[in-house]
């Protein structure tokens, strides 16, 4: 009899953050199939989502991966519900419709590794800063790259436990990075987000590093901040051949800013300046080619004539990709 390790992973009920939390179980001969994860719960009243004279909370598994990191376990990906097994207030992923799976979404996650000692980015010294940010990004070389064996030792866990991760590349910044992930079907992009989040997390743990989802850790600086674009298609995207389809779509995300801005992740008015690859929080715009729009049009889906996908550049490194997917299909369907 064979026992396995399941590492049920949730999001807590924290405001304005929700942050990743994890406990394991540990079941016999299993399959390493989501029908064969039990239903589980935990003590809601340690993550704000319960109180303490009714805190039973439930785990619903939505997606499992093989942990290449342990012996014999794996990466459990989790709803939370309430006891009832209606879904929490706290749970992004069940607002998501798109159930056909029509919706593709490709994230491009940005992030800081920190250094819990200084309280800075890695690269950075103790007090002040490094040289100012251009040689950093796509850079290679000691003076320039700061956690390499981190990001890649990520990147390999995360291809091993079967996680769509198309790239990886240092960013603007010191101490900065990025990993794209894409998946057909936006539960499924915010699920495989949400792992390689934890897997990121659980990996530079052991570096005894942090990771800084904040879109500003360094405030009012001169020094970029850390986005999760969003690249989105739909089959209407894909295949209309048809500029004013795409005109019309923008001018519905247009409409709706505020809906979008308020899922889009915390403090992004710092973020979102009109500096630094940014269009001003208080604006909306779109352009082809244009990464100081709100929504970039790719020059391909222009050169394939007007089919192919559109990039919105606001959501912020800490938003929450289900809830940001929600949204994104909400204003398409709109407009359609």
Not at 184 to 191: N, P, Q, S, T
Not at 248 to 257: P, Q, T
Not at 305 to 333: C, F, Q
Request: hydrophobic residues 35%; glycine residues 8%.
């Amino acid at each position: 009899m064979t026992k396995s390790k399941l590492e049920y992973i949730w999001l807590d009920g924290y405001k304005p953050m929700q942050s990743l939390r994890s406990k394991t179980k540990i079941v016999e001969d299993f399959s390493g199939n989501l029908e064969d994860c039990p239903m589980w719960s935990f003590d809601g009243s340690s993550t704000e989502q319960a109180p303490g004279n009714s805190s039973d909370c439930l785990l619903k598994p939505v997606a499992v991966y093989p942990d290449p990191a342990r012996h014999n376990a794996f990466l459990v990906m989790t709803e939370v519900l309430t006891a009832d097994k209606q879904p929490h207030s706290s749970n992004g992923r069940a607002l998501i419709n798109d159930d056909d799976n029509d919706f593709w979404f490709g994230f491009e996650q940005e992030y800081f590794l920190y250094d819990p000692e200084t309280n800075m980015p890695l690269g950075f010294p103790a007090n002040g800063y490094p040289a100012p940010q251009g040689p950093y990004y796509c850079s290679v070389g000691a003076k320039n790259a700061f956690g390499r064996e981190i990001v890649e030792e990520h990147l390999d866990i995360c291809l091993d436990a079967g996680l769509n991760v198309e790239g990886i590349n240092a960013e603007v910044a010191a101490g900065q990075w990025e990993f794209q992930i894409f998946a057909k079907g936006a539960k499924e992009a915010g699920d495989q987000i949400w792992v390689a989040r934890y897997l990121l997390e659980r990996t530079a743990e052991a570096h005894g590093v942090t990771i800084n989802w904040h879109c500003k850790p360094l405030g009012d600086t001169d020094w970029n901040g850390s986005g999760m674009h969003a690249n989105f298609s739909n089959t209407t995207l894909r295949t209309c051949g048809d500029e004013k389809t795409y005109i019309k779509i923008m001018e519905a995300f247009g409409a709706n800013v505020k809906e979008h801005i308020d899922v889009y992740g915390p403090d992004n008015h710092l973020r979102l300046t009109g500096k630094h690859e940014t269009a001003s929080i208080n604006d909306f715009s779109y352009g082809v080619s244009d990464r100081g729009a709100s929504i970039r049009i790719p020059v391909v889906t222009v050169e394939k004539g007007w089919k192919g996908y559109l990039e919105d550049r606001r959501p912020n490194s800490a938003a929450d990709p289900y809830k940001v997917a929600a949204v994104i299909i909400k204003t398409v369907k709109s407009a359609l």
